[in-house]
């Protein structure tokens, strides 16, 4: 068997944990049962929904000491390659319906509706907009399609071609801006006040909340899907959550919450070592903007500021955070894509190891494992946020294009 990877890594404590704390009003009003279970409701009647599987790396977890290792594969979701259009048609759906109702003085306005083409020419009268290093902009084009509305995305300098013609092949305007994910949110923000748009972000500065909350509460179905999926007669013990805003993370810790009360799994958040904002922020005891190029080829995790509705849910409930670097991620994802281990090869994006690289770091380092109390009776949980959302990069790192690795 092939040598367990000793990658390089930073670990820290969170001092503002709560781990026996109870799921409070503070996280309640960030994500409440009754939003939770509309979200749920709309997006599981949309076409093609169906769960994404969770997979057995048991080779993995052998290799490594842990009892069972399962990895949520949302490659497959709604044929967009990552968990994205879970927040993101969701988000846009629930301002349509705001939106249509206001102009048309209806009441009780469904997405059903609006997906039937009831109101289409309402729809195209509105103009969504957001910022994105790829994915999220990918998933807000696509369901301003899928509901008719105008969308124009918002990039950064060094997003890459490969994944603005993703959105564009959408059909959304995409506007490249200079600096970091960071100033591209902002300009969407100013863009759209002038523009009398509609921003629909996924991170949240604590004055625009509606569209962030809406974006967790998809997010939080891939979750549950996974808590409705486990196989273990008991709570994992660990949940490794790569970080980027904090949103993905806040939903799922939040499902995990509700679900397991004291008895949820050790939250460990993961970030790249160049854009670790929630590793800072924790450290600190307050959110941390984070400066700079946040160059990682983990683009979807190049963030540098924490969002401020994630951070009620982030601060108490996350044990432990970890960097990691680019190598680990590469090494991560060849891993992967060869069945290393003896598991099927299996096609994972740049931005989906990350939680990966922070396991194997800590299980090959007994200071980290004794932290994290990893053991050879650990049920261990990773998110595969995405897939190969950017062909030509994967290829570039794996040295194979994913349809050559899904084809054995």
């Given at each position: 068997m092939a040598k367990v990877p000793r990658y390089p890594f930073e670990l820290a404590k969170n001092s503002l944990a709560r781990p026996g704390a109870d799921?409070?009003?503070?996280?309640?009003?960030?994500?409440?049962?009754?939003?939770?279970?509309e979200a749920r409701s709309v997006i599981t009647a949309w076409p093609n929904y169906a769960p994404t599987p969770l997979l057995e790396l048991?080779?993995?977890?052998?290799?490594?000491?842990?009892?069972?290792?399962?990895?949520?594969?949302?490659?497959?979701?709604?044929?967009?390659?990552?968990?994205k259009p879970l927040g993101g048609a969701y988000a846009v759906a629930r301002l349509l319906v705001r939106e249509i109702g206001r102009r048309t003085g209806e009441t009780g306005v469904q997405v059903a509706e609006i997906l039937s083409g009831k109101y289409r020419d309402v729809a195209a009268?509105?103009?969504?907009?957001?910022?994105?290093?790829?994915n999220h902009g990918r998933s807000?084009?696509?369901?301003?399609?899928?509901?008719?509305?105008?969308?124009?995305?918002?990039?950064?300098?060094?997003?890459?071609?490969?994944?603005?013609k993703a959105i564009t092949r959408y059909g959304a305007e995409v506007r490249?801006?200079?600096?970091?994910?960071?100033?591209?949110?902002?300009?969407?923000?100013?863009?759209?006040e002038a523009e009398g748009w509609f921003l629909t972000p996924d991170t949240s500065n604590g004055v625009i909340v509606e569209a962030p909350r809406n974006f967790m509460r998809g997010y939080a179905l891939m979750a549950a899907e996974v808590i409705e999926q486990s196989p273990y007669s008991?709570?994992?013990?660990?949940?490794?959550?790569q970080a980027g805003t904090g949103s993905m993370a806040a939903a799922t810790c939040a499902q995990f919450w509700r679900a397991f009360g004291n008895a949820r799994p050790i939250t460990v958040l993961v970030e790249p070592e160049t854009a670790a904002c929630w590793f800072e922020s924790l450290k600190t005891g307050e959110p941390v903007a984070i400066t700079g190029e946040l160059d990682t080829i983990m683009a979807g995790l190049a963030c540098g500021e924490v969002s401020r509705l994630a951070w009620k849910i982030l601060a108490?409930?996350?044990?432990?955070?970890?960097?990691?670097?680019?190598?680990?991620?590469?090494?991560?994802?060849?891993?992967?894509a060869e069945g290393r281990y003896g598991d099927t090869?299996?096609?994972?994006?740049?931005?989906?190891?990350?939680?990966?690289?922070?396991?194997?770091?800590?299980?090959?380092?007994?200071?980290?494992?004794?932290t994290l109390g990893l053991s050879e009776n650990s049920r261990v949980v990773l998110f595969g946020t995405e897939g190969a959302t950017d062909p030509e990069t994967y290829a570039r790192i794996i040295g194979r294009r994913p349809e050559d690795v899904k084809n054995g």
């Open positions: 799921y409070g009003p503070d996280q309640a009003a960030v994500l409440d049962e009754a939003g939770l279970e048991s080779t993995v977890a052998q290799a490594i000491g842990i009892a069972r290792l399962h990895y949520k594969n949302e490659a497959p979701r709604f044929g967009l390659g990552s968990f009268e509105v103009t969504i907009t957001a910022a994105t290093d790829g807000v084009a696509w369901a301003a399609q899928m509901l008719g509305c105008g969308c124009v995305i918002f990039i950064h300098e060094t997003v890459t071609e490969g994944r603005e490249r801006t200079p600096g970091n994910f960071d100033d591209a949110v902002r300009k969407a923000h100013d863009t759209a008991e709570p994992p013990t660990h949940i490794f959550l108490p409930d996350v044990r432990v955070m970890m960097t990691v670097n680019d190598e680990a991620a590469a090494d991560c994802m060849r891993l992967l090869p299996l096609i994972a994006g740049e931005s989906a190891v990350a939680g990966l690289a922070g396991l194997l770091a800590a299980a090959g380092n007994d200071e980290a494992r004794a």
